[in-house]
DNA sequence: CGAAGTTTTGACACGGATCAAGTGAGGTGG
DNA sequence: CCACCTCACTTGATCCGTGTCAAAACTTCG
């Protein structure tokens, strides 16, 4: 694929709100959030890992409805809009797994609206591990329930809706409770399904072990 | 399209977390919501006015990871995934259209995050008419700033995270304010200037008037 | 070594939850 | 047509989770 790479220092914007696309961004390395400034603060609405399109979305939408931010250093690659837009005319098999892929992006921000909505600090905190340590499994970026997290814990207070004086509170009862560790940039999880008791976590809604898509004429069920 | 209508009570599923959908339901009058039980509580996800897809992503996705319910009664019908699909396969345009309408219901989930994530009650509750009014309005169904809302304040107090006493509260205080009335499941909207201001709103997220998508050798930009 | 940013701690304030009781309004059966 | 029941809405009192403010300890880096 066309793409150039660039890499991003801490806090650098790629997109900001109201921005026009021409390209959309793939992580190679690091973490970009999606944020936006609501009543004063500022609230981070999604977390992309590597491997990660964010602005897939843009693809069809005109503009931008929030920044694109690094959270600590990343490099990311652009494929201009003209090239992937050929390609999915061509592909109705990658069009199909593209859409796929921000509609996974769609159901972990349900899962964000049901954290935030009705969970208290300590389970937002824990869900939010739970999920990053499952999401960056699936590219290899865990190791031994380890993974490198360049956050402060004012990122994880706009993460979870919280104020950075209650995320310390929270990490330090986790912490306590030996069910992680953090320092460094680098988060240790020790008791995995603990954590994912305290968070209430269940990883359906990644929908990763989900078998591919049906050929459009299914074959019989007995065939896979 | 072949399709088979139903009506539904209030209250009633029309999937819930786990099923496997082969049709595709359109609301075409009442009220439906996506909604999950998390911490004990009864998390509503996301509102679908008539005219919406709510299940559109189970195109591509195994499992409902949420139940779709109808809060009021409400009729909906079903189009076969198969019919669909062929229909997709004939038509990129059909399958941008149908990918981008799965992209603003993304979008609204978004400002949904931000919304439970960085607003207090009051802001939450007049950012939920706001939005809800907006999304009516473009399918005709807000007639001078009025409509029909088939809610409990317990539905209400599911969608912003809060307990209904509390909900209660907060829309004695928007009526006090002159802002909004609402009774015998009809709102009526007396200022949306000013509520928008008191919920931070603005329409953009919906992506509305944005103009159609280009062709994928665009125009020049004059020819608009 | 100093400066700036991040994490930690304590004291206190407040928004919203919870509990409990009371008021309606619509639906049903006698 | 009225008595009753149920469910939604309302109100008041009290409690608790989290926010805010302010300062101290620690880290990172120039």
Chains 1, 2 share one sequence.
Not at 76 to 104: E, G, Q
Not at 108 to 131: K, M, T, Y
Request: aromatic letters at 8%.
């Amino acid at each position: 694929m066309p793409n150039s790479v660039r890499t991003f220092a801490d806090d650098e914007h790629v997109w900001r709100e109201g921005d026009r696309a021409f390209h959309c961004a793939i992580v190679m390395s690091g973490f970009l959030v999606g944020q936006k400034i609501v009543g004063g603060r500022n609230q981070i609405l999604s977390v992309h890992v590597p491997g990660d399109m964010p602005d897939l979305h843009m693809l069809h939408l005109l503009h931008m409805d929030h920044d694109l931010c690094s959270a600590g250093p990343s490099t990311i690659a652009f494929v201009p809009h003209t090239f992937l837009n050929h390609l999915l005319v061509d592909s109705p098999t990658l069009t199909h797994a593209f859409w796929r892929k921000t509609l996974v992006d769609a159901a972990i921000c349900r899962q964000a609206v049901a954290n935030l909505g009705s969970r208290d600090a300590l389970a937002r905190v824990a869900h939010f591990f739970c999920e990053l340590a499952a999401r960056l499994e699936v590219v290899g970026l865990l190791h031994e329930d380890q993974f490198r997290l360049p956050f402060t814990q004012q990122n994880l207070a706009d993460v979870c809706g919280l104020s950075t004086v209650h995320i310390n509170r929270t990490v330090q009862e986790l912490r306590r409770c030996g069910l992680i560790e953090w320092k460094a940039g680098v988060v240790t999880l020790f008791h995995r399904d603990e954590l994912a008791c305290v968070a209430d976590f269940t990883p359906e809604y990644l929908h990763l072990s989900e078998g591919k898509r049906p050929e459009i004429h299914p074959l019989p069920v007995d065939a896979f």
